[in-house]
């Protein structure tokens, strides 16, 4: 077992990564929380098939109440997140309880931001179940969706723990696969120069990740993400670099109808775009063609989806959280390793666009 320390300016917390942490999670909850009253677990009901019983195997004698949730983004509506909030009411939760979050991105986004509501803030914990979650599990972005844009009514809210047991991501399909791990490659293009080439010369076929190829991009994952947000919880400056790709991302993900797209798939052909507008627009020195070969290897589409308008893509990205106006701001490479924050004008965006 392997345990990062997350530390933000709000709060200090632990990621433990390994096989079997679940089993922690008991002797945590006794320790962390000696006045526990009641725990509200969250899952989905294809989480909720594969993982729960592992679960609750482990928490005995404590009994959760469980909520489950549709699968993937669907979990992230207003619908959804109010059945969850009346689950804790009708349950009598209070300000001594807890709420865990078994599952991916989506249900990890729902349940924080129920923690982060009701009553004002009670204590959540997360336990991914997949290789995104690496990603949204850790820094306290939690959120639901709306029709009008991605993650767009939430609150950075931070977990009391991350339990990463990586037992969990066996069972996960190719293109669960394939969504984590576009954000492990983000990870590495915006902050670890070493990294993205370890990653390039190891890893091309996401089939065959072996546990610790798997365990060691995650870990290293998690310590840049923890890099980023130590530094800047609130997303006022330097952790909007984490969101290189998700511009153009998010909006292939809203016009695509959420779920339709899976998010890290989404977020490739982004990261691809701005890695071209780095090169058109600062002069970044890459081998576009060579990373493009390369995520097309391991089963990325790298181009926009021919159904989708540009002015409705421009349109989504001026909703962007950090578009300021009407100006659409991208996270742009000056070279691996360094990003920056771009303002881009819809002329530059249709001609490039047009291009890619």
Request: aromatic share 10%.
């Amino acid at each position: 077992m392997e345990t990062i320390q997350i530390l933000t300016e709000s709060k200090q917390y632990p990621v433990f990564v390994g096989d079997g942490v679940r089993n922690e999670l008991r002797a945590f909850l006794a320790d962390h929380f000696p006045t526990l009253t009641k725990i509200l677990l969250i899952t989905d009901e294809t989480v909720a098939k594969l993982h729960l019983d592992k679960l609750l195997q482990g928490l005995k004698p404590l009994e959760p109440v469980i909520f489950t949730a549709p699968s993937g983004e669907k979990a992230k509506t207003f619908e959804v997140y109010y059945e969850a909030l009346s689950t804790a009411l009708a349950s009598h939760l209070d300000r001594k309880s807890v709420v865990l979050s078994l599952g991916g991105g989506a249900v990890g986004d729902l349940t924080g931001f129920v923690a982060a509501s009701f009553m004002r803030g009670i204590p959540f914990i997360q336990v991914p179940t997949t290789i995104l979650a690496h990603d949204s599990a850790v820094g306290g972005k939690v959120a639901i969706n709306h029709p009008l844009g991605k993650n767009m009514i939430g609150a950075f809210y931070q977990p009391e723990a991350v339990f990463y047991d990586l037992e969990f991501l066996d069972t996960l399909p190719i293109h669960e696969i394939r969504s984590g791990f576009a954000e492990v490659i983000k990870h590495a293009l915006i902050a670890d120069p070493p990294f993205y080439d370890w990653l390039k010369l190891n890893i091309h076929d996401l089939n065959t990740l072996t546990k610790e190829q798997l365990s060691a991009s995650l870990v290293q994952g998690i310590k840049i993400k923890n890099k980023f947000v130590s530094q800047d919880e609130k997303e006022t400056g330097v952790r909007a670099f984490l969101n290189l790709g998700h511009t153009l991302g998010h909006a292939i993900e809203a016009e695509m109808g959420y779920g339709n797209f899976t998010h890290g798939e989404a977020v490739m052909i982004g990261t691809i775009f701005a890695l071209k507008l780095s090169k058109n627009l600062l002069g970044l020195s890459f081998n576009t063609n060579e990373f493009i070969d390369w995520v097309t290897e391991l089963g990325y589409e790298t181009t926009v989806p021919k159904q989708l308008s540009f002015e409705s893509l421009i349109a989504k990205m001026r909703q962007d959280k950090k578009s300021v106006g009407d100006a659409i701001r991208f996270v742009l490479l000056e070279q691996v390793g360094h990003p920056l924050l771009q303002e881009v004008s819809e002329e530059v965006l249709w001609k490039e666009l047009t291009r890619f």
